[in-house]
């Protein structure tokens, strides 16, 4: 049962262990994008502020005990905090959907268990970790050890706040760095709690610090050209993440980049589309289509393309938009006015391309609470250019087009005609045309006959403008060490 909260919150920052205000009283409001109410006053981070938490940060780090500690210990309590979040699914499921707009639902089934599981996931992994030996004859021993890399700004998006912040944090506790996080300014709910979380669960203060605010000229830049900063894990937009690199430069900032996505989900004539099309429908419009991973892109082949686009679009029909609170909402509003504006301006981009509307295109029918939130219907078109904007853009909403093909190859080169390489998706029956389109998508991640399956021990990230490293594993645990090689003379 959702147990909402009606009263507008106050949200702090968490700097050195404990919950404290902007310095230069400043605030930001946040509203619930179902309805446009203000449901919480931030306080923006300062200069001064975001100092004070890179330097609690770089002081927890030098001083320990959080990077001297066994690793069994520290990763005790990183597996104490993600009981915590379990005990507390409801409230943070309920906050996620009050902030985001997602299905509480889908929040309190998957997003908040898998942001527990991230934890516990790194936490066990590294428990399990060893080194190399590498002998040198019989008279040097050479061994390798993995020690943390310092202060890390995790900077995370609006889409997934709590997942995605708690899928960086695991991997930067569990080998022995600092933390200085911050959220999305649209949505700071979840993640502002991650601080006390931190403190129940035994874990150091100035370990784990929160702060809030904008990118440019605000918290963001602040972090991310701050000289107590070494390292910084982002996750959003290309753009973004071109701003991030430079400002990181004058200190040789270590990155990992998480950004836009584009995929290409390809259904050839052999697939099975009782199954297609529901994981497609899934993969268009699940968080409203605000998934770096949709599949926003469906190229079908032409022979089934008719019987495709009318079944699709009978399942895109049966799709519940609607307030984010319901039990049978699949798909809850965008997140923000701002958004709203961008995704709804593909609508007349659309049309100036020739593109045809099979489905959607405009604001759902809802009962009068709902009139003010930034709704839309799960919107589809068919569009035979791959050029066209709407196929090499990222919209980030439910929008998606369908594009005819003929052949493998040219199903290939319309999937890599496009800037980013994220991830991509192939349906067929046929084995060795699976390994050849799996082999030949430039992209980070391709899921054959499924979508969204993830193994938190395969390596995450993009090719091309989707970013840079890999996250998941051992990866995410190279990216927050520093490897060290110890040379001993045995004679
Ligand atoms: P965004 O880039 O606008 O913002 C992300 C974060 O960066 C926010 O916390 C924001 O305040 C901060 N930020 C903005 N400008 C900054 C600056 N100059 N310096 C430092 N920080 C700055 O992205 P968004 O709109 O919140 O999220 C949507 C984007 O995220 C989409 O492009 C989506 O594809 C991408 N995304 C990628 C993945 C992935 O795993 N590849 C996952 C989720 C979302």
């Known amino acids: ?55 609690a940060a770089r002081k927890a780090f030098e001083e320990g005990p959080w990077r001297t500690m066994s690793v069994s210990e520290r990763c005790s309590k990183i597996r104490r905090m993600a009981e915590i979040i379990i005990e507390r699914k409801e409230e943070l499921a309920s906050l996620e959907a009050l902030d985001v707009g997602k299905p509480y639902h889908v929040a309190l089934e998957t997003e908040i268990p898998r942001a527990a599981h991230n ?12 080194g190399e030996v590498y002998p040198m ?32 944090l695991g991997p930067c506790l569990a080998t022995g760095n600092t ?31 929160v702060v809030h605010g904008f990118g440019v000229d605000s918290a963001g830049e602040y972090m991310t050209t701050h000289s107590d900063v070494d390292l910084i894990s982002f996750t959003g937009e290309t753009t973004t993440g071109k701003a991030i690199m430079k400002n990181g430069a004058d200190s040789l900032k270590r990155v990992s980049f ?5 995929a290409a989900n390809i259904i050839f004539e052999d697939a099975n589309l009782d199954k297609a099309i ?29 019987e495709f686009v009318s079944r699709f679009k009978q399942a895109a029909s049966e799709l519940v938009v609607g307030d984010p609170q319901n039990e049978t ?17 593909y609508f007349d981009i659309a049309i100036e391309e020739d593109s045809k509307l099979v489905f959607g295109g405009k604001r759902p029918e809802l009962p009068d609470y709902l009139q003010d939130g930034y709704y839309l ?49 192939v349906w067929t029956d046929n084995l060795q045309r699976a390994h050849r389109i799996s082999h030949n998508v430039r992209a980070g991640t391709i899921w054959v006959n499924c979508w969204f399956v993830r193994d938190l021990r395969a390596p995450f990230g993009g090719f091309k403008k989707s970013g840079i490293g890999r996250e998941g594993g051992h990866y995410s645990l190279e990216f927050f060490t520093e490897a060290k090689n110890i040379c001993i003379a045995l004679k």
Request: proline content about 6%.
């Open 377 to 425: 219907e799960p919107t589809i078109y068919i569009q035979e250019n791959p050029n066209a904007r709407i196929c090499q853009e990222e919209i980030f909403g439910p929008v998606v087009t369908l594009i005819p093909f003929d052949t493998e190859e040219e199903a290939l080169q319309i999937a890599n005609n496009v800037d980013y390489g994220l991830n991509g998706v």
């Open 1 to 55: 049962m959702n147990t909402i909260q009606k009263e507008v919150k106050e949200v702090k920052l968490f700097i050195n262990g404990e919950y404290v205000d902007s310095s230069n009283a400043s605030m930001f409001e946040v509203k619930n994008p179902a309805t446009q109410e203000i449901i919480a006053r931030v306080h923006e981070a300062s200069y001064e502020n975001v100092d004070a938490a890179c330097k």
């Open 119 to 130: 934890l516990t996931f790194f936490a066990d992994f590294m428990e399990k970790q060893g």
């Open 137 to 168: 004859d019989e008279e040097f021993l050479n061994y390798t050890r993995y020690e943390p890399v310092g202060v890390a700004a995790l900077i995370t998006p609006w889409n997934l706040p709590f997942m995605l912040t708690t899928w960086k």
């Open 278 to 306: 529901p994981v497609s429908i899934r993969a268009a419009f699940m968080n409203s289509g605000q998934v770096c991973l949709a599949g926003s892109r469906i190229l079908v082949q032409r022979s089934i393309f008719d």
């Open 329 to 345: 909402t699949n798909m809850g509003p965008l997140v923000s006015e701002e958004h709203y504006v961008k995704v709804t301006s």
């Open 258 to 262: 998480e950004l836009g996505g584009k």
């Open 179 to 209: 933390a200085v996080i911050k959220p999305a300014e649209i949505t700071p709910l979840t993640v502002s709690l991650l601080g006390e979380i931190a403190k129940e669960a035994g874990i150091p203060d100035g370990v784990v610090n």
